[in-house]
């Protein structure tokens, strides 16, 4: 195929880091070897060059940026978005978010071929946060139109925005992947697991209040704005000698304890895919986790489902998988298939494959 000059724009990269940052820079990295030409434009964290070449073959672009941290990600101010993007003279360009003024202003208003890829559901946030995000995505409407088509990650955000009144032949879904599979080991440690950003939409609370219920360890790992409030739940009910918070791990600890926790536990309020939930299966890990948006579709037969926020509903679940060998065995099987059903190698050949038809115009 024709070789092609890509722009994957968004405002947090490496070394921020979350599931679209993970996504961005594996794609990039897949689009460099497959010959094209790919540049990352993203805002200029402190401490972060202006310009960089990577050695997986993409360079980043960083444009001027200040930052009010008010939850995480920060909402980010960058200046020159367009005046760059015009700059780097991009066949076509895939932007990725839609809670940054100025990336999302500039960037609608870019005259080339654009895609936006949508990762998180329509007025995803809890309370206050839930009314401004739906605020946000109604308003964002407009701008959505303007790109040439639309990439949601799973098919459960495509149904969504086709309820919203997007047309259903202006969404592709391409789904998230892993770039490869571990070794499986027979070590397993006497823990269930829990890894992610630490803020509300991840039902964390309801896991803690759980925890009162299961005589069992609970790890938990990350950090963010419900780190804080997480941490006195746990001292109120007198979990210290149950649940640990571990805050950020470093990569390599955290696919140690992926693969020898004995399942891994997903109490989300909203989670469009959960790319945490699928590096537990690739470890054979059983989930238990939320009967909510994308995770059943994606988690499919390798996981015990609650209803959000039912703490007694996710504690009888937690208990039942730790006292029934046999399922967690079965559930365990079932994780390694689904975690292989679908491949970068499959995922990046459908985008390259839609970013040339728009391209073309077809």
């Avoid at 969404?171 to 890894?195: A, K, M, Q």
Wanted: aromatic share 10%; net charge neutral.
């Amino acid at each position: 195929m024709e070789s092609m000059r890509i722009v994957e724009a968004n405002p947090f990269f490496y070394p921020f880091q979350g599931g679209i940052e993970h996504r961005m820079h594996v794609t990039s990295k897949l689009f460099a070897k497959r010959g094209h030409d790919v540049t990352i434009l993203t805002s200029r964290l402190p401490g972060t060059k202006e310009v960089e070449e990577t050695d997986d073959g993409y360079r980043i672009v960083r444009v001027p940026s200040r930052y009010i941290n008010i939850y995480n990600p920060p909402y980010v101010i960058s200046r020159k978005v367009l005046e760059t993007l015009n700059g780097l003279d991009a066949d076509i360009v895939n932007y990725n978010y839609r809670w940054a003024p100025s990336f999302d202003k500039d960037i609608s208003h870019y005259e080339g071929k654009k895609v936006f890829t949508y990762h998180n559901m329509w007025g995803e946030g809890v309370g206050l946060t839930g009314r401004i995000s739906e605020i946000n995505d109604n308003l964002y409407r407009k701008r959505l139109m303007r790109y040439d088509h639309i990439v949601a990650i799973t098919d459960c955000v495509r149904d969504d925005l086709v309820r919203r009144g997007v047309p259903a032949d202006m969404i592709t879904v391409i789904s998230n992947c892993l770039e490869s599979f571990p070794d499986l080991s027979d070590e397993e440690g006497e823990f269930i697991l829990n890894l992610g950003r630490m803020v509300s939409t991840k039902g964390l609370r309801y896991l803690i209040e759980a925890m009162r219920d299961v005589d069992y360890k609970l790890i938990m790992c990350g950090k963010g704005p419900e780190a804080k409030r997480i941490s006195k739940l746990i001292r109120r009910y007198g979990l210290e000698d149950r649940v640990e918070l571990r805050g950020w791990v470093s990569e390599e600890e955290k696919l140690r304890l992926m693969g020898t926790c004995k399942f891994f536990v997903m109490p989300s309020i909203y989670e469009a895919y959960g790319l945490a939930a699928l590096e537990a299966l690739s470890y054979g890990k059983p989930i238990v986790c939320t009967d909510v948006d994308g995770l059943p579709g994606n988690v499919k037969d390798a996981g015990s489902y609650v209803k959000p926020k039912d703490s007694k509903g996710l504690a009888d679940a937690i208990n039942g998988l730790l006292a029934d060998e046999d399922r967690r065995r079965q559930l365990s099987e079932n994780a390694i298939r689904v975690s292989h059903e679908f491949t970068w190698d499959d995922q990046i050949a459908k985008t390259e494959k839609l970013y040339r038809s728009i391209i073309d115009g077809q």
